[in-house]
């Protein structure tokens, strides 16, 4: 079992960025399709974005208008978030999580993932 472990959230001003860090001790995380996923309070969790292992593919929540951005990154052995144009109805927890039955696949199914990290809190207000 993958331990997960997000970091960068924070406070926010609307129309600013934050980058978001995916890691797991221990495991090289190149190896399993990655998603990051969002839980405002009273919704349900929510795909954001998915890279497939290996980082050959990713997959975008439509309705961000691509203001975010998933990537891996070799050297910090991480699966990074950018948000940029942020907006206060990004605010919520969230999640990175690890599928180990996707194979090669993303998608942004909360049923298709494992492992799951504890949440980064980010929070967008002026």
């Known amino acids: 079992q993958l331990q997960l472990a997000e970091s960068g959230g924070g406070l926010v001003q609307p129309g600013g960025s934050l980058r978001l860090s995916c890691a797991a001790s221990?495991?090289?995380?190149?190896?399993?399709?990655i998603g990051w996923f969002r839980q405002a309070p009273g919704k349900k969790r929510e795909g954001v974005a998915c890279?497939?292992?290996?980082?050959?593919?990713?997959y975008l929540r439509s309705s961000l208008n691509g203001r975010f951005r998933i990537s891996r990154d070799a050297a910090k052995k991480t699966v990074d978030l950018q948000m940029n144009e942020l907006e206060p109805d990004d605010t919520a927890v969230y999640y990175c999580?690890?599928?180990?039955?996707?194979?090669?696949?993303?998608?942004?199914?909360?049923?298709?993932?494992?492992?799951w990290g504890p949440g980064t809190q980010v929070t967008v207000s002026s």
């Open positions: 221990g495991h090289n995380l190149r190896e399993y399709p």
């Open positions: 890279i497939s292992a290996y980082g050959g593919d990713t």
């Open positions: 999580a690890a599928s180990t039955s996707l194979g090669n696949a993303c998608v942004l199914g909360v049923e298709w993932y494992d492992d």
